[in-house]
């Protein structure tokens, strides 16, 4: 069996952290703890996502085991990897109906959405509103979403959440009982902040563009890049999804000309260039600036049911119109 031992050796390192920062640190310097418990949230993300895409060994549910905890506590697991998958069909990317990632809203939901939204949606895209609002959007929506095919029993939606529980529970349990820290702090705190800074890797990874090659964005240089595992090179990463984390940097290098060529340029140098240029300017429209603007062009059919739910105008993963096998 492939074994990706960095991979181990890093989640490793990642429940060691945060539970030295919960067990040894909370109990003298309660602040930094939940910071930095939100850091180990924010790597743990990054590594469900490495995980997701086949990563450290060739068995899917040893890998679902290695991060069977939800530090991050809002999103199941099984449902992050079906939307996330169904998100890297690049020839749909941005399309608000089709990419469940997608932060652009179709015409008509934007003339029926309440004035509120608009306004949060409008602030959401702004690099300091992704960071601050865009965590209880993305949750609401995603969750409230999750809840509508609940309902309507969907088999794997249901599974998903049961095993989300089941490494819930315990982790919460720990966090409270082991660590002495009060859910509602960690959860408002810890989960919270790592959200945010996983936001700060996504706020400006896709844009429209005629091509779809030139949807994805390359940021060149970050001090964050080791806890989004080198995710900042997103179109070396999309273009090659099944690659690990650690070889993303020297593929980059060895074609740097041709991979921004193939990207049509959508580069910026670190992330600080983008706090400087949309920090509190929205680099993008709320509206698709093409998709979904006229009712002749094809496009999925959903319900009028789902067309009004509220989590029809939150972020992200408001319609999922295939599924993938998790």
Request: aromatic residues 12%; hydrophobic residues 45%.
């Amino acid at each position: 069996m492939r074994i990706e031992w960095p991979t181990i050796g890093l989640l490793s390192a990642c429940y060691g952290f945060w539970g030295a920062a919960g067990y040894g640190l909370y109990p003298t310097y309660p602040i930094a703890a939940l910071l930095l418990m939100g850091v180990a949230v924010a790597l743990h993300s990054s590594l469900q996502h490495e995980v997701l895409h086949g990563h450290p060994t060739r068995s899917a549910r040893v890998n679902e085991a290695l991060v069977f905890a939800p530090l991050g506590v809002f999103y199941p697991y099984r449902s992050y990897k079906r939307t996330h998958l169904q998100h890297h069909a690049d020839e749909r990317l941005t399309d608000p109906f089709d990419d469940p990632e997608s932060y652009y809203r179709a015409l008509s939901d934007w003339e029926t959405m309440p004035v509120f939204l608009r306004h949060l949606l409008s602030w959401n895209n702004t690099l300091i509103g992704r960071v601050i609002i865009g965590p209880p959007l993305m949750v609401v929506g995603f969750t409230a979403s999750e809840w509508c095919k609940i309902l309507k029993g969907d088999r794997k939606v249901i599974i998903a959440w049961m095993l989300h529980l089941s490494g819930l529970i315990p982790t919460l349990l720990v966090v409270s009982h082991l660590f002495g820290i009060p859910v509602w702090l960690y959860v408002g705190v810890s989960a919270y902040l790592g959200v945010s800074i996983i936001a700060i890797r996504s706020y400006c990874e896709h844009q429209w563009a005629e091509q779809p090659d030139g949807r994805t964005i390359i940021v060149e240089n970050s001090l964050l890049a080791p806890l989004f595992l080198y995710n900042n090179l997103h179109f070396v990463h999309h273009k090659l999804p099944t690659v690990a984390w650690y070889d993303l940097p020297s593929l980059y290098r060895s074609g740097r000309a041709d991979w921004q060529r193939m990207n049509e340029g959508y580069v910026f140098t670190n992330y600080f260039e983008v706090f400087r240029a949309f920090a509190f300017k929205a680099k993008e429209p709320v509206v698709h600036p093409v998709l979904r603007r006229d009712d002749a062009l094809p496009m999925t059919i959903v319900s009028s049911q789902e067309q009004i739910n509220l989590s029809d105008f939150l972020l992200p993963g408001n319609v999922v119109t295939s599924d993938l096998s998790a």
